[in-house]
């Protein structure tokens, strides 16, 4: 339980910090509320129209594919970090020297995979907009 002073006396401090934010803010702050800041604010535009228009299907096939892509290539980066890691300097670290081959090849097969679904995204006709 020692070793957890530290920790608990952090948590202290940052909870005290945010009810002390709090509080100022509340005594500092403007409190008289008139139309124009009750208003919601739409990147210094006034809003016009209903804000629960639909979306085209077009921008949620394209959202889900960005994030199909992007979460994909994140694999990518720990086995490009720990493919190459030199034994020597890092011991027990990285991927074996006999077992690289394996890997490099698992990897092209999962890239070729993202090449296959990108092309089949692409002449589906996913990335072309009205």
């Known amino acids: 339980m020692d070793t957890f002073h530290p920790i608990l006396i952090y948590a202290a401090v940052m909870v005290g910090f945010v009810i002390t934010n709090l509080v100022v803010i509340h005594l500092v702050g403007p409190s008289k509320k008139t139309a124009v800041k009750q208003m919601p604010y739409e990147s210094g535009m006034d809003p016009v129209g209903?804000?629960?228009?639909?979306?085209?299907?077009?921008?949620?096939?394209?959202?889900?594919l960005f994030l199909v892509f992007d979460?994909?290539?994140?694999f990518l980066y720990p086995w490009a970090v720990a493919a190459y890691i030199d034994d020597s300097a890092?011991?027990?670290l990285g991927v074996p020297l006999?077992?690289?081959?394996?890997?490099f090849g698992v990897m092209l097969v999962f890239m070729g995979t993202?090449?296959?679904?990108?092309?089949?995204?692409?002449?589906?006709?996913?990335f072309k907009w009205r």
């Open 90 to 92: 890092f011991e027990g």
């Open 71 to 74: 979460v994909e290539l994140l």
């Open 50 to 64: 209903d804000a629960r228009q639909p979306f085209d299907v077009k921008f949620y096939l394209v959202a889900i």
């Open 98 to 103: 006999a077992l690289r081959p394996t890997v």
């Open 114 to 126: 993202l090449a296959i679904a990108y092309i089949y995204a692409w002449r589906k006709g996913v």
